[in-house]
């Protein structure tokens, strides 16, 4: 049996939690498996047009050394230097997604809480290792917004994301600084970070607050989700705590070249530029919505995908679907209800053709 689950509210007011209780394991790729493989893909926030030809080359060149065990010292002196830090706070794991596992199994905790709505499994996870775990349900009204004087005192490890799937708010960094305190472990899930032009509010590479724990994934700007490769920004003693939990050789070699190549000076300043597309491909895409008076966007939006608010979102996802667009449907988020839809910021010439399509289904809802 899972876990319970305890909710806490902004306000007595706030948004009811959607019944029956989310499906935290639904992610947007269940959207474009198997026969629906063809639908033109908004519902995943991985980058179009990705991985490049020369990071396929690179990852092509390591098969000829897969006889050999993976050893990732390079790649994690790569990181550290990439974020300013030490290799001893890095550990590279296989996605974000092992690294929300290692810390709900590895960590101690008696009372965690998670920020939502927000990227589903680390919950999924703190549940699976049996843990009770609280929510902090943010608000439509206050557009998503956390005060910290809404997350319990008394929680030992919260965890937030940042900018958060699947509002696409960017919290500021200040905001949550003041979550940090001894004695509790804030884990910041920056999986999209790299997608904010500057960066701006990371707090990926701060030493400066206790039980600090940044998680970073190379799957959404390089188009690497099934190579499995993120990696944990922490305090050398939470490092290897959650080294001691993961099997050996967790990452394979092609996933470490990869990592090692995308901290490159050439490839971050690629990903700089692809950040500052993706700010003007999601303006363009927020005009467009913006000719429909029914949606409501949440925001403002700062990562590479929006959420949006309309009636009958549940018929409108299924119109799409026949006019072969693929959007993530908002349910399966705890704090948000069947009204919800998130869709991946693309090309303008995709946007045109999505906005086309939504406005002939919008008139027939």
């Known amino acids: 049996m899972p876990a319970s689950t305890e909710s806490v509210r902004l306000r007595e007011s706030g948004p009811a939690d959607p019944a029956p209780e989310p499906d935290l394991r639904h992610h947007g790729d269940a959207e474009v498996r198997g ?5 033109t ?10 991985p490049p030809a020369w ?7 390591s098969l000829d050394g897969l006889a050999a065990y993976p050893d990732g010292r390079a790649a994690r002196r790569a990181i550290a230097a990439r974020h300013g830090l030490p290799a001893e706070r890095v550990l590279l794991t296989s996605g974000a997604a092992e690294a929300f596992v290692l810390i709900a199994r590895a960590l101690p905790a008696r009372r965690p809480v998670v920020v939502h709505p927000q990227f589903t499994e680390p919950e999924a996870a703190l549940r699976d290792a049996g843990h009770d775990v609280g929510r902090v ?9 956390l005060a910290p004087d809404a997350v319990p005192r008394d929680a030992d490890l919260v965890v937030v994301g940042n900018p958060t799937n699947p509002t696409s708010v960017l919290h500021p960094a200040a905001v949550l600084a003041r979550l940090a305190r001894p004695g509790r472990t804030l884990v910041v899930d920056e999986a999209f970070m790299d997608a904010v032009p500057g960066e701006r509010e990371s707090l990926a ?21 099934g190579l499995r490769i993120g990696y944990v920004l922490a305090a050398e003693d939470t490092i290897a705590t959650l080294e ?8 394979s070699s092609p996933a470490l070249t990869a990592a090692e190549a995308c901290c490159a000076p050439e490839a971050l300043a690629e990903a700089a530029a692809a950040a500052e597309e993706i700010a003007a491909d999601r303006a363009h895409l927020l005009a467009r919505l913006g000719e429909c008076g029914q949606i409501r966007v949440a925001g403002p939006a700062a990562g590479p995908f929006v959420l949006i608010r309309l009636p009958g979102a549940a018929e409108v996802r299924t119109g799409l679907r026949e006019r072969g667009f693929a959007v993530r449907r908002g349910d399966t988020f705890p704090g948000l209800g069947p009204d919800w839809l998130r869709l991946a910021v693309r090309d303008r010439a995709t946007t045109d053709r999505f906005a086309a399509a939504l406005a002939e289904v919008l008139g027939r809802v």
Do not use: C, M, Y
């Open 205 to 225: 590479g701060h030493t400066d607050l206790p039980g600090l724990v940044v998680l970073r994934s190379l799957t959404k700007t390089w188009g690497l989700a």
């Open 244 to 251: 001691r939990a993961q099997p050996l050789w967790p990452v």
């Open 137 to 145: 349900l943010l608000d439509e009204r206050d557009g998503f917004r």
């Open 41 to 50: 893909d908004l519902a995943v926030n991985v980058r179009t047009g990705t």
């Open 55 to 61: 990071l396929k080359d690179r990852i092509a060149a």
């Open 35 to 39: 026969a629906d493989a063809g639908l």
